[in-house]
């Protein structure tokens, strides 16, 4: 798929702008802070309602105006469909798809992104939080029904530990405690969790050999990049755990772990069993959870394992290797959904790529490396403070940006 045409009502820096784009590469050129970055946040706003920069939408609305709208003609195949989002402050977006009102939720998926961008550093080296979402992201991608099962874990997650707070403060109080709303939202928790640690473990195992496969590219052959999921109830439940050594090494022990870990992670696909689990694990830590007024288990507490060979990549690869394994964790989700047949859109599910001033931090053969990757892909944004910055290979439409006006060069 690739968008035709943009346009922006008072989005970021932009007061109005119109934009006719081209299949292939794109990029966007100008020095700092000129709004270069607005334009292909605005393009991936539309196809996950979130931005790579901010966790409120009140940031994407001009100063001083009251909302926001973004608009764009996306095109599969050769059918071209236009989506647009209205952005309100404090208030819930409005929808269209064609021009006709319709509610959010059938928007999603109609464009799929792929956003590198200096910030995804976070994911090899921030905390669990980043690498859930990254996650969950996919997740919705690839199946964007499950968008309503991401926010109704949240919900019951928000109930659930607040809940558990007034329950540790009538304990310290010394009062009775009723518990069996507790055993409500224990039973709802459980329910709803199970399924998303399901369709991240399946998200987790389709991607695992593609992020192997970028890895190595991108690393020119110092591969070894290997994911897995982390659930905690695997922790609280004691399920076997063999380090990143045995993960990433040779022999027969090392593969007696990675059966292991097969066989845990496939335990997770079964949905009714983890809800079993999680709700036993629930009854078990009841006490402390009240105690300390937080809900121990769930998938709000997984995370996503990073090997780098022997060693996890987290407070272990360098700056560099940490490039390349967010490099790989994208383009791997490219690869991944543009190959997914599933997609609503058959065929033509490849996302545009975008690529958000990711040039100027790489090294010249990782940079030539990730220029030959993306050459052939439908649609590619990029944005570049410095012209030389991008691979002469990647020589495709150029855009000036300078003081919010954008022109053809
Ligand atoms: N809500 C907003 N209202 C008005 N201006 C905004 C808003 N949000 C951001 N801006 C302005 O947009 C500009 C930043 O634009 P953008 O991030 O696209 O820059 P850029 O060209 O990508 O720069 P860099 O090369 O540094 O990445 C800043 O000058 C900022 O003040
Ligand atoms: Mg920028």
New binding site residues.
């Given amino acids: 798929m690739y968008v035709s045409d943009l346009a922006l009502d008072d989005f970021?820096?932009y007061h109005e702008l119109v934009l006719g784009l081209d299949r292939g590469v794109t990029a966007f050129v100008?020095?700092?802070?000129?709004?270069?970055?607005?334009?292909v946040e605005a393009i991936a706003y539309l196809s996950t309602f979130s931005s790579h920069r901010v966790a409120a939408d009140a940031?994407?609305?001009?100063?001083g105006t009251p909302g926001a709208v973004v608009r764009a003609k996306v095109v599969h195949g050769d059918r071209p469909t236009v989506v647009e989002l209205e952005i309100v402050a404090g208030k819930a977006n409005r929808a269209r798809l064609n021009r006709a009102p319709v509610k959010t939720r059938d928007v999603l998926g109609v464009i799929r992104t792929v956003v590198f961008a200096p910030e995804d550093l976070e994911l090899v080296k921030g905390d669990p939080a980043q690498r859930r979402r990254f996650l969950d992201d996919l997740v919705v991608l690839l199946t964007p029904r499950l968008a309503a099962l991401r926010s109704e874990y949240d919900k019951v997650l928000r109930q659930r530990v607040a809940l558990l707070k007034s329950a540790a403060a009538a304990r310290r109080r010394g009062a009775d405690l009723d518990l069996s709303t507790l055993d409500v939202w224990d039973a709802s928790l459980a329910q709803a969790g199970a399924q998303l640690v399901s369709a991240r473990t399946r998200v987790i195992q389709q991607l695992r050999p593609y992020v192997a496969d970028a890895y190595e590219q991108v690393s020119a052959g110092q591969g070894g990049a290997r994911i897995d999921y982390r659930a905690s109830i695997d922790a609280v439940d004691e399920a076997p755990d063999p380090g990143p050594e045995l993960l990433g090494g040779t022999g027969e022990a090392a593969d007696a772990a990675r059966t292991a870990v097969a066989d845990r992670e496939t335990a997770l696909l079964d949905t009714p069993a983890v809800r079993d689990r999680l709700l036993a694990a629930m009854g078990r830590l009841r006490d402390r959870e009240i105690d300390r007024g937080v809900a121990l288990v769930g998938p709000h507490r997984d995370d996503v394992a990073l090997t780098l060979g022997t060693l996890p990549a987290r407070g272990y690869a360098s700056h560099g290797e940490s490039w390349s394994y967010a490099l790989a964790l994208r383009l791997g989700s490219y690869e991944l959904l543009r190959d997914d047949e599933a997609s609503p859109w058959g065929t033509d599910g490849e996302p545009v790529l975008i690529l958000d001033?990711v040039f100027a931090e790489l090294d010249s053969r990782r940079r030539d490396r990730l220029a030959e990757m993306v050459a052939d892909a439908q649609q590619v944004l990029i944005?570049a403070?410095v012209a030389e910055d991008v691979p002469s290979r990647l020589a495709g439409t150029r855009f000036e940006?300078r003081e919010g006006q954008v022109t053809r060069a």
């Fill in positions: 970021r820096s100008g020095p700092n802070g000129q709004g270069k970055t607005n334009i940031a994407l609305v001009r100063q001033d944005t403070a940006v």
